[in-house]
């Protein structure tokens, strides 16, 4: 017995050392893994710092910047932080090999650089090194090239997406068939948000809600009711089994290191096979009582939403909720065609050669470091060499033209923000920018500014938008046929397309009876589309300044400076007005906002025309106080002389915007600077807003008229507009110039001869020449003044004199 148990009590004290070993040398492994995540950790953050901060890392940040940039592009250098981030946190956070972690990193990083240079180049062989470097690097070049000679080009995208994709899946250790799950459940329920009771103290979405309980197992955002479902799961077995979604199953690390030893892309999962298939069961079970919790919150939000509908006052207006209209409404321009932009990337390395080929015959230096291709512009970015002056370049802009073989050219030096030269040349194919593609792409509805439009595109493929309210006022000019009418059509749709008829009203001016016609009937407008210049004249001087000076009237009656701190007010005295009708039941009446005016004048010119005087010192007047009321002002026109936008209106309007136009002195007056003329129409602009140390060059967004009437037929269908009778009542101005040219013909004494002939009843030539001491010729004239203007009657032959009427 002795024997036996003195065997047993070695045999134990054996398994107690060798676990203990284990456990020592676990722990080194542990930290050992800790520490390789750490130097990745460090190196992405070292890399992020030169990438960022280039002159701020020494002679090593230096080398590893231009030797990654070389291999894997300016791209490649831009993503290799975050390529060193993933496998630091999968070291720390997962059981994969640091082995595999290396080889299907740099398989995907390899992968990315290949897949840029074929998105971007076909045949990449001949590009220069700047092109090179934004095509994927050497490494992205030389494995396309070679990938596209085995496969073809669309084999190349296949062969290295799938490769991209399956290394991604085995880095970040995410399942597959979770992810399209969890995909599917946010689409079905994207538009859903959970409301909770507080005692739960949850508003968590549904996103966070299905992410959670797919990826990471968590019953934090189910309901008791679901998480008891879910605990006491449905038993196949005869053993009660407890679901525990924290925990693994621990076994002896011994017993599995032989396991483990026969791949070194294996996991250590800590389950058996039989484990496995009940886990399945488990999670599958788990996303049904998701569903049908989720399911069930909605029901009790519905009915939460009828509850608070039938606990709602009886306002004495009854208001229709309004809905705007859908992007769905606006056609979406052409996907993105690869081969034009092929195309016009040999071009643009022909042009290069060409331009660093020209200036060197005029004993210019200069070199071509970067090349920009934009919808309808591809600017040349150059270096010039030591001791070039810019004058040297700028004055050589046709003789560049010639060489490129090109309509005309626009130099920009310096550039904004660059120690670089901008040559910008006409693209072979224009790319045609349509409103919808655009507000997809953007935050258009996200942002809360009312008067927000979407005006374009840059060279670089910024998009522009102009809030409305901040320029306070814009100018337009544009030749016709440039894109002016285009223009003004996107800012109202823009503006159409996000705020409703009680946010934005519109007062529109259309001389032109052709334009502006298209918005008759929307509920937005003021009063129907004005198209008589003397009309149109008088309502800007008798109902817009009395409208402005109104609601500087009412600002001051409540204490506030503008329309948004008024609007604040009214809000404010509505909630209160709503909590003591709730207290007493009764029927309350609700102050109404004031909504913003914009005031579209489609040809200033001919309000010109008719009233220069009454037009101009009304629109500066307007220009001057009418940004506190709510009130702005889109003025477009076809000849910006300065007869037409004089001084006054300049100095009031400080946003331009100017299409093509025929001669540098129009450039001159609407933008203060010469280049609207080297414009190449069908939409491109230089955008100058207010502050503006440069005007930006943009191709503006293209709005057919069928999109327009797609959206006013939309609007239509909501209801009609509500017309001020005071702006439909107005009585027209009359011609001023008129009254001045007849003012100017009459005689001095016509008022002194006037007043004569009505006091003796009676006038003769004769008699006006005694009077008014003048000769025969001046008394005859004024005899027809008289007769013309009604004073006296006709001439007769047989009686000298004539009586008065």
Same mark, same amino acid.
Request: proline share 4%.
């Given at each position: 017995?002795?024997?036996?148990?003195?065997?047993?009590?070695?045999?134990?004290?054996?398994?107690?050392?060798?676990?203990?070993?284990?456990?020592?040398?676990?722990?080194?492994?542990?930290?050992?893994?800790?520490?390789?995540?750490?130097?990745?950790?460090?190196?992405?953050?070292?890399?992020?710092?030169?990438?960022?901060?280039?002159?701020?890392?020494?002679?090593?940040?230096?080398?590893?910047?231009?030797?990654?940039?070389?291999?894997?592009?300016?791209?490649?250098?831009?993503?290799?932080?975050?390529?060193?981030?993933?496998?630091?946190?999968?070291?720390?956070?997962?059981?994969?090999?640091?082995?595999?972690?290396?080889?299907?990193?740099?398989?995907?990083?390899?992968?990315?650089?290949?897949?840029?240079?074929?998105?971007?180049?076909?045949?990449?062989?001949?590009?220069?090194?700047?092109?090179?470097?934004?095509?994927?690097?050497?490494?992205?070049?030389?494995?396309?090239?070679?990938?596209?000679?085995?496969?073809?080009?669309?084999?190349?995208?296949?062969?290295?997406?799938?490769?991209?994709?399956?290394?991604?899946?085995?880095?970040?250790?995410?399942?597959?068939?979770?992810?399209?799950?969890?995909?599917?459940?946010?689409?079905?329920?994207?538009?859903?948000?959970?409301?909770?009771?507080?005692?739960?103290?949850?508003?968590?979405?549904?996103?966070?809600?299905?992410?959670?309980?797919?990826?990471?197992?968590?019953?934090?955002?189910?309901?008791?009711?679901?998480?008891?479902?879910?605990?006491?799961?449905?038993?196949?077995?005869?053993?009660?089994?407890?679901?525990?979604?924290?925990?693994?199953?621990?076994?002896?690390?011994?017993?599995?290191?032989?396991?483990?030893?026969?791949?070194?892309?294996?996991?250590?999962?800590?389950?058996?096979?039989?484990?496995?298939?009940?886990?399945?069961?488990?999670?599958?079970?788990?996303?049904?009582?998701?569903?049908? @919790?989720? $399911?069930?919150?909605?029901?009790?939000? &519905?009915?939460?939403?009828?509850? #608070? %509908? +039938?606990?709602? /006052?009886?306002?004495?207006?009854?208001?229709?909720?309004?809905?705007?209209?859908?992007?769905?409404?606006?056609?979406?321009?052409?996907?993105?065609?690869?081969?034009?932009?092929?195309?016009?990337?040999?071009?643009?390395?022909?042009?290069?050669?060409?331009?660093?080929?020209?200036?060197?015959?005029?004993?210019?230096?200069?070199?071509?470091?970067?090349?920009?291709?934009?919808?309808?512009?591809?600017?040349?970015?150059?270096?010039?060499?030591?001791?070039?002056?810019?004058?040297?370049?700028?004055?050589?802009?046709?003789?560049?033209?010639?060489?490129?073989?090109?309509?005309?050219?626009?130099?920009?030096?310096?550039?904004?923000?660059?120690?670089?030269?901008?040559?910008?040349?006409?693209?072979?194919?224009? @790319?045609? $920018?349509?409103?919808?593609?655009?507000? &997809?792409?953007?935050?258009?509805? #996200? %942002? +809360?500014?009312? /008067?927000?439009?979407?005006?374009?595109?840059?060279?670089?493929?910024?998009?522009?938008?102009?809030?409305?309210?901040?320029?306070?006022?814009?100018?337009?000019?544009?030749?016709?046929?440039?894109?002016?009418?285009?223009?003004?059509?996107?800012?109202?749709?823009?503006?159409?397309?996000?705020?409703?008829?009680?946010?934005?009203?519109?007062?529109?001016?259309?001389?032109?009876?052709?334009?502006?016609?298209?918005?008759?009937?929307?509920?937005?407008?003021?009063?129907?589309?004005?198209?008589?210049?003397?009309?149109?004249?008088?309502?800007?001087?008798?109902?817009?300044?009395?409208?402005?000076?109104?609601?500087?009237?009412?600002?001051?009656?409540?204490?506030?400076?503008?329309?948004?701190?008024?609007?604040?007010?009214?809000?404010?005295?509505?909630?209160?007005?709503?909590?003591?009708?709730?207290?007493?039941?009764?029927?309350?009446?609700?102050?109404?906002?004031?909504?913003?005016?914009?005031?579209?004048?489609?040809?200033?010119?001919?309000?010109?025309?008719?009233?220069?005087?009454?037009?101009?010192?009304?629109?500066?007047?307007?220009?001057?106080?009418?940004?506190?009321?709510?009130?702005?002002?889109?003025?477009?026109?076809?000849?910006?002389?300065?007869?037409?936008?004089?001084?006054?209106?300049?100095?009031?309007?400080?946003?331009?915007?100017?299409?093509?136009?025929?001669?540098?002195?129009?450039?001159?007056?609407?933008?203060?600077?010469?280049?609207?003329?080297?414009?190449?129409?069908?939409?491109?602009?230089?955008?100058?807003?207010?502050?503006?140390?440069?005007?930006?060059?943009?191709?503006?967004?293209?709005?057919?008229?069928?999109?327009?009437?797609?959206?006013?037929?939309?609007?239509?269908?909501?209801?009609?507009?509500?017309?001020?009778?005071?702006?439909?009542?107005?009585?027209?101005?009359?011609?001023?110039?008129?009254?001045?040219?007849?003012?100017?013909?009459?005689?001095?004494?016509?008022?002194?001869?006037?007043?004569?002939?009505?006091?003796?009843?009676?006038?003769?030539?004769?008699?006006?020449?005694?009077?008014?001491?003048?000769?025969?010729?001046?008394?005859?004239?004024?005899?027809?003044?008289?007769?013309?203007?009604?004073?006296?009657?006709?001439?007769?032959?047989?009686?000298?004199?004539?009586?008065?009427?």
């Amino acid at each position: 017995m002795t024997r036996v148990n003195s065997k047993k009590n070695k045999s134990e004290k054996t398994k107690n050392k060798s676990s203990k070993i284990w456990m020592h040398s676990h722990n080194n492994r542990k930290i050992i893994r800790e520490l390789k995540g750490m130097i990745f950790f460090v190196l992405a953050i070292f890399m992020f710092i030169t990438y960022y901060y280039p002159n701020t890392t020494g002679y090593v940040g230096t080398f590893l910047l231009k030797t990654i940039s070389y291999l894997f592009g300016e791209k490649g250098a831009y993503a290799f932080p975050i390529f060193l981030l993933i496998p630091g946190f999968s070291i720390l956070f997962t059981v994969i090999k640091v082995r595999t972690l290396l080889l299907c990193g740099s398989a995907c990083f390899i992968s990315y650089s290949i897949l840029i240079e074929s998105l971007v180049y076909q045949s990449p062989m001949h590009l220069s090194w700047p092109l090179v470097s934004q095509a994927g690097g050497v490494v992205g070049v030389m494995g396309g090239y070679f990938l596209n000679k085995l496969i073809g080009y669309n084999g190349t995208l296949v062969v290295i997406f799938s490769i991209f994709i399956i290394c991604s899946i085995i880095v970040f250790g995410i399942s597959f068939q979770r992810l399209i799950t969890s995909v599917i459940y946010m689409l079905k329920f994207s538009e859903i948000r959970i409301k909770k009771d507080s005692k739960n103290n949850s508003n968590a979405s549904i996103f966070k809600k299905v992410i959670i309980a797919l990826f990471f197992n968590k019953t934090k955002y189910l309901s008791s009711s679901r998480k008891e479902k879910l605990i006491n799961l449905p038993n196949k077995k005869d053993d009660d089994i407890v679901f525990e979604p924290f925990q693994l199953e621990y076994k002896d690390p011994i017993q599995e290191s032989e396991s483990k030893k026969s791949s070194d892309m294996s996991f250590e999962l800590g389950e058996s096979l039989e484990d496995d298939t009940e886990e399945t069961e488990i999670e599958e079970y788990e996303e049904e009582v998701i569903v049908d @919790d989720i $399911v069930e919150d909605i029901v009790d939000d &519905k009915e939460v939403k009828e509850k #608070e %509908q +039938k606990q709602t /006052l009886n306002v004495s207006e009854n208001k229709v909720e309004f809905k705007l209209p859908a992007v769905s409404l606006l056609k979406e321009g052409k996907p993105f065609s690869i081969k034009n932009r092929r195309n016009q990337n040999k071009v643009n390395n022909q042009r290069s050669t060409i331009l660093e080929e020209a200036l060197i015959s005029f004993n210019v230096a200069a070199k071509v470091v970067n090349v920009v291709s934009g919808p309808s512009i591809t600017r040349f970015e150059l270096q010039p060499g030591d001791g070039v002056k810019i004058s040297k370049i700028t004055s050589l802009s046709k003789d560049i033209a010639l060489k490129l073989a090109a309509p005309d050219i626009r130099i920009e030096a310096p550039i904004p923000g660059k120690s670089l030269i901008g040559i910008e040349v006409p693209n072979m194919n224009v @790319d045609m $920018v349509s409103m919808g593609s655009i507000i &997809k792409a953007t935050d258009f509805y #996200e %942002q +809360k500014a009312p /008067l927000l439009s979407v005006i374009g595109v840059t060279i670089t493929g910024d998009t522009i938008l102009m809030d409305l309210s901040k320029m306070p006022h814009v100018l337009i000019a544009g030749a016709t046929g440039s894109g002016k009418s285009v223009c003004i059509n996107a800012i109202i749709v823009s503006i159409l397309m996000k705020s409703s008829p009680e946010e934005v009203k519109f007062l529109m001016i259309d001389p032109k009876k052709v334009e502006l016609i298209l918005y008759e009937g929307i509920p937005n407008l003021l009063a129907p589309v004005v198209t008589n210049p003397h009309k149109a004249a008088a309502t800007l001087k008798k109902w817009a300044l009395i409208e402005m000076e109104r609601r500087y009237e009412e600002f001051s009656t409540v204490g506030v400076k503008d329309i948004i701190g008024y609007n604040n007010y009214v809000e404010k005295k509505n909630n209160e007005a709503v909590k003591k009708g709730k207290e007493s039941e009764e029927s309350i009446d609700l102050l109404k906002k004031l909504p913003r005016i914009v005031v579209v004048i489609d040809e200033l010119a001919d309000l010109m025309m008719v009233a220069a005087q009454d037009v101009e010192s009304t629109i500066c007047r307007l220009a001057q106080m009418a940004r506190a009321t709510g009130i702005h002002l889109v003025i477009a026109t076809q000849r910006p002389s300065v007869n037409v936008v004089t001084g006054l209106i300049k100095a009031n309007v400080p946003s331009r915007i100017s299409f093509f136009l025929q001669s540098q002195i129009d450039s001159r007056t609407i933008l203060d600077m010469p280049g609207a003329e080297k414009l190449m129409g069908k939409g491109d602009m230089l955008y100058s807003p207010v502050g503006a140390f440069k005007p930006k060059r943009v191709q503006g967004i293209f709005v057919s008229e069928d999109e327009v009437k797609s959206v006013v037929s939309f609007l239509k269908k909501q209801g009609g507009p509500n017309y001020i009778d005071e702006i439909i009542n107005v009585e027209p101005i009359e011609d001023t110039k008129e009254k001045s040219k007849e003012k100017s013909n009459q005689d001095a004494l016509f008022d002194e001869a006037k007043e004569l002939v009505i006091n003796a009843k009676y006038a003769s030539t004769s008699y006006l020449q005694r009077k008014l001491r003048i000769g025969y010729n001046r008394a005859a004239r004024i005899m027809d003044e008289l007769e013309s203007q009604g004073v006296i009657n006709e001439h007769n032959l047989n009686r000298p004199t004539r009586n008065t009427k």
